[in-house]
């Protein structure tokens, strides 16, 4: 049996992926107590994941559905431009994702003009343990584009998604039609998840969820 798991996380404070620099000049300050007065302005992220509990699998790639899973998303996404962080282009989101390493990005635009980012320095590496820049994925994130990462899996790779704006129904209707005996999905509120026990629920607690995690049937709508 499959199960697959879309993590959500909204309302996210935008500022939050500005890095911190003591070292304001005079402008900068006034600039902050000028937007302290206005609504923060906030984001969302997604993490999608799946384990082969059968084979005792994870990964996005394990899951017997992994190929339908990328074109629904592709499907999703159909009317935007896909630009790797090594600056290539592609015709759609899962050829992009085909031929990426694990730890680069996609750009999804659907504009011709890209953000004023190295694309280059929004790859997280393993290695070097350089991670995700908040202020690059904050600068992809307000120009409109959306950046799918392809995050690395115990046994392959897994995608995490951010966005300004809050795309949440967009994934939902993309991976429902998916459902079957033999594929479960879940919806799964991040914030509520405290720890790697309770990401890897499926694991011992399958048919008793932990509170945040609802399954998504056939019927069920938002």
């Not at 999703?76 to 031929?99: I, M, V, Y």
């Not at 003009?113 to 994130?141: M, W």
């Not at 120009?143 to 790779?157: C, D, N, R, V």
Request: without cysteine.
């Amino acid at each position: 049996m499959d199960i697959f798991k879309l993590f959500f996380n909204h309302d996210l404070r935008l500022d939050k992926l500005a890095k911190r620099n003591a070292n304001k000049t005079k402008e900068e300050v006034e600039a902050t107590l000028e937007d302290f007065m206005q609504p923060d302005p906030t984001y969302s992220k997604f993490y999608i994941t799946g384990t082969d509990l059968d084979k005792e699998k994870f990964g996005i790639n394990v899951l017997s559905k992994s190929d339908a899973i990328l074109q629904n998303l592709n499907t999703a996404f159909k009317n935007h431009r896909f630009t790797s962080t090594t600056n290539e282009s592609f015709d759609s989101l899962t050829d992009g994702l085909k031929n990426m390493q694990i730890g680069e990005a996609l750009l999804l635009s659907d504009t011709n003009n890209l953000p004023d980012v190295d694309l280059a320095t929004l790859t997280i590496d393993e290695e070097t343990k350089v991670g995700h820049k908040k202020d690059e994925i904050r600068s992809v994130i307000e120009s409109g584009a959306y950046l799918l990462y392809k995050e690395p899996a115990h046994h392959g790779f897994d995608l995490h998604l951010f966005s300004e704006e809050n795309i949440y129904p967009l994934l939902f209707e993309a991976f429902k039609p998916l459902i079957d005996n033999e594929f479960r999905f879940f919806s799964i509120n991040n914030k509520r998840m405290r720890s790697e026990r309770h990401f890897y629920f499926e694991t011992w607690t399958l048919d008793n969820p932990p509170h945040g995690a609802e399954e998504v049937f056939s019927e069920t709508t938002l």
